[in-house]
């Protein structure tokens, strides 16, 4: 899938491309009277655009679809020495401990997603890590440990955490 891909690799405030696939969304949030804060970023750094976007359309997706309803979502951002951090922070769909990296794996479905039929085909997140992989960066998830149950579905307070290089040689 991604053997040949050549990157275009150019500076871009992130927060940018993040608010041009949030609006894609907007209406499945709306749906769900999800309020999503996005933080004010301005920094700009360099990555290739194209498949950064579609790595965050995909955690965003999965974001709409396993959200609580009547929550808030927060997307920050934060500037470390030689790297940026986007982070989502959700109350969503409980991760069961061991689930952290299957989520990532070609696929893989968690649990509740499974049980509650809100599964997809386990592409997403992988294509997620993919992407961000081939911008030299990582994404990683801190799951809720304490779920709390919404009609009957656990939910819990979970963060993915997308750390990209700063300056890129």
């Known amino acids: 899938l991604l053997g040949n891909v050549k990157l275009n690799v150019q500076e871009h405030n992130i927060r940018d491309v993040v608010m041009i696939v949030l609006y894609m969304f907007f209406n499945d ?3 769900k009277n999800v309020y999503v804060e996005v933080i004010d970023f301005y920094e ?3 990555f290739d655009f194209e498949s950064f976007q579609i790595a965050v359309y995909h955690i965003i997706e999965n974001a709409a679809k396993y959200v609580a309803p009547k929550t808030n979502a927060k997307i920050s951002f934060k500037l ?7 982070i989502f922070e959700m109350t969503s ?3 069961q401990p061991g689930e952290e990296q299957e989520i990532f794996n070609e696929g893989y479905s968690g ?6 039929e809100t599964a997809g085909k386990g592409i997403g997140m992988y294509r997620a890590k993919q992407l961000i992989e ?10 809720g440990e304490f779920p709390n149950k919404h009609k009957g579905v656990d939910y819990a307070e979970n963060k993915f955490v997308i750390t990209l290089p700063r300056y890129v040689d």
């Open 80 to 86: 470390e020495k030689d790297s940026v951090l986007v």
């Open 93 to 95: 769909l409980y991760i």
């Open 44 to 46: 700009k750094i360099s």
């Open 111 to 116: 649990e509740l997603a499974r049980k509650t």
């Open 29 to 31: 949030f709306s749906a």
């Open 134 to 143: 081939l911008n030299k960066g990582t994404i990683i998830v801190e799951p």
